[in-house]
Nanobody
Framework: QVQLVESGGGSVQAGGSLRLSCAASLSTYSSYCMGWFRQAPGKEREGVAT????????YYADSVKGRFTISQDNAKNTLYLQMNRLKPEDTAMYYC?????????????????????WGQGTQVTVSS
């Protein structure tokens, strides 16, 4: 049973930083595409960044490139999203997700795939 638990959200002023964490219980015998998604009120959910556990390939939405960094601590089974130079338009509920297999190419096409496992979300609010 895969479980994903996010933490680290909060309120910050524009230009500030936050680090989101996702504690994951995943099979150590499988490869996963893991990612962060977000959804603002009245908007569709969008992919922010993904990380392929077999090899560490990362992919980012254009809106966050150069500001956000996705990473994984294998020892802690935790996925992170370091968010710097935050903007008010980054305000959203952020979700951690995982989907087995698909290869790094499948992880790159995260906007097209369906993720099997989701966390409960953590709120990020950026004020101007």
């Amino acid at each position: 049973q895969v479980q994903l638990v996010e933490s680290g959200g909060g309120s910050v002023q524009a230009g500030g930083s936050l680090r989101l964490s996702c504690a994951a219980s995943l099979s150590t015998y499988s490869s996963y595409c893991m990612g962060w998604f977000r959804q603002a009120p009245g908007k569709e959910r969008e992919g922010v960044a993904t990380f392929y556990t077999n090899g560490g390939s990362t992919y980012y939405a254009d809106s966050v490139k150069g500001r956000f960094t996705i990473s994984q601590d294998n020892a802690k089974n935790t996925l992170y999203l370091q968010m710097n130079r935050l903007k008010p338009e980054d305000t959203a509920m952020y979700y951690c997700a995982a989907d087995p297999g698909g290869g790094s190419d499948g992880c790159m096409r995260y906007q097209e795939r369906t993720f099997d496992y989701w966390g409960q979300g953590t709120q990020v609010t950026v004020s101007s």
